[in-house]
């Protein structure tokens, strides 16, 4: 078989691509689907992991940006904007350095884990930390695209959507047929959208017997819409989904409803809690708001609306890297030693 060269190449017949698009490509996608033999175990179901957090910046965010980069180059765009909460900021700037173009990214001051701004440093974007929320800096990135020459890159832009449907497709070819249910995170709710319109498009060509429920996961203290209303000031440990007003709020909930799903607020102890599991027990490191997909999983489960036996597959959307100080947070447990083998053979309490 051919060696594996990115989303586009990969799935280009589904995707708004032309023999004339240029394919700005780090060979995204194709990532592990795990079992997860915990999770099963704890929930009497066939659980499996969608490690987003394998892709080539780290998270999900490739997948729309390989498709999204390259239509704007193809336009001939010089410079790409987003607003992020740090992925998109990552990937973004990654796939125009990769282009050859620039790209400008607008962050929440003070709150974007500290890998993501790291990765938008070297990789070369223009940062600029505004005093405010995820959905201000989104508000002022669609401005400057409407009256500027720069290219939004948002989940606003259905070319992003378009590219990140491909996980459905991915999860499909590999179980051989659409789970029960797919669990993930929501923020502003591009990849619920996404992941529900890959899935529609691969039963509606016979390719899937039919598609799962969705089940999306939002924190509880920026869950609008759980409670059907915007979160003026959204707080949450898990920064990625520190959001009050998603973009693509029809969508979501489009996806809830035509899928039979759910969308459901975790708790920032539950999405810790699970956290903490999932790289423990199934030794998958994911940043918090990845981990929001289990604990909602979890708390169903608890909460018995989970039947036993069905097929789960959580989308686990960034990689633990990416926010070391949510990992070192209350402290760790380590021993010293000298350099002599007796001393950390004693710290190990290797006796014998
Ligand atoms: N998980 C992670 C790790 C994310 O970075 C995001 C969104 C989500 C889940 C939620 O996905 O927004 O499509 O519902 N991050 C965006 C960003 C907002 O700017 O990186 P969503």
Request: hydrophobic share 45%; with cysteine; net charge negative.
């Amino acid at each position: 078989t051919r060696p594996w060269r990115g989303l586009i190449d990969g799935y280009r017949a589904w995707l708004p691509v032309t023999d004339a698009t240029p394919v700005i490509s780090l060979h995204e996608g194709n990532t592990p689907l795990v079992p997860a033999a915990h999770l099963s175990a704890l929930t009497g179901c066939d659980v499996w992991l969608k490690v987003e957090g394998a892709n080539p910046t780290g998270s999900f965010k490739d997948r729309g940006m390989t498709v999204a980069v390259s239509k704007a180059v193809e336009a001939g765009a010089r410079t790409v904007v987003c607003a992020s909460t740090g992925n998109t900021s990552a990937s973004a700037a990654a796939y125009a350095a990769r282009a050859g173009i620039g790209a400008a990214v607008l962050v929440p001051r003070g709150h974007i884990a500290l890998g993501k701004l790291a990765q938008a440093v070297r990789y070369g974007a223009e940062i600029v930390e505004v005093t405010g929320s995820f959905d201000d800096c989104l508000r002022i990135a669609r401005e400057l695209a409407e009256h500027h020459p720069v290219a939004l890159v948002n989940s606003v832009n259905d070319h992003r959507l378009a590219g990140q449907q491909t996980v459905a497709f991915e999860v499909v070819d590999a179980l051989g047929d659409a789970p029960d249910i797919h669990c993930l995170p929501v923020g502003n709710a591009g990849n619920i959208t996404a992941a529900w319109r890959g899935y529609d498009a691969y039963a509606t060509a016979g390719l899937a017997t039919g598609r799962p429920r969705l089940w999306g996961f939002q924190a509880a203290g920026a869950a609008p819409l759980v409670h059907g209303e915007v979160v003026a000031e959204p707080e949450t440990v898990a920064t990625a989904i520190r959001i009050g007003n998603p973009a693509s709020w029809r969508g979501a909930i489009d996806a809830r409803d035509s899928s039979g799903g759910l969308i459901g607020a975790v708790t920032d102890e539950q999405i810790l809690d699970a956290y903490r599991l999932v790289a423990r027990h199934e030794g998958v490191f994911v940043e918090p708001a990845s981990a929001a997909g289990i604990a909602g999983l979890l708390a169903e489960h608890r909460a018995g609306r989970l039947d036993a036996g069905q097929r789960v597959v959580v989308t686990v959307t960034g990689n633990g890297l990416k926010d070391p100080d949510a990992s070192m947070r209350g402290g760790y447990e380590s021993t010293t030693s000298s350099a002599r083998t007796a001393d950390v053979a004693q710290a190990l309490r290797l006796t014998s």
